[in-house]
Nanobody, 126 residues
Framework: QVQLVESGGGLVQAGGSLRLSCAGSPRTVSNYAMGWFRQAPGKERDFVAAINWSGGSTSYADSVKGRFTISRDNAKNTVYLQMNSLQPEDTAVYYC???????????????????WGQGTQVTVSS
């Protein structure tokens, strides 16, 4: 069974940075496209960033372009989200997701992701 475990969330001041990690298992997760989504209080889950299976292609929500960077280390079965210039509106629970399809591509479509982590809280103070 595919398992995804997020880590790295926390409390930061506006303008600060955090790096989220998503450790996946089993090893086949390294062949799946991965994405990050977030859900703020009272709001629906929104797309943040995605990366294809090899790491050669990425996609970002307009709200995070230039501030967030998604990357992956397939040797470690891990996907990262480097978040810089954080703002209070970035406050949310951040979820890691995997498409579950061999050599799949990055996508913003939530319904194309088959597996989800438990989420990690990111709180940005004013």
């Amino acid at each position: 069974q595919v398992q995804l475990v997020e880590s790295g969330g926390g409390l930061v001041q506006a303008g600060g940075s955090l790096r989220l990690s998503c450790a996946g298992s089993p090893r086949t997760v390294s062949n799946y496209a991965m994405g990050w989504f977030r859900q703020a209080p009272g709001k629906e889950r929104d797309f943040v960033a995605a990366i294809n299976w090899s790491g050669g292609s990425t996609s970002y929500a307009d709200s995070v372009k230039g501030r967030f960077t998604i990357s992956r280390d397939n040797a470690k079965n891990t996907v990262y989200l480097q978040m810089n210039s954080l703002q209070p509106e970035d406050t949310a629970v951040y979820y890691c997701a995997a498409r579950g399809s061999w050599h799949s591509g990055a996508t913003f479509r939530l319904n194309l992701y088959d597996y989800w982590g438990q989420g990690t809280q990111v709180t940005v103070s004013s």
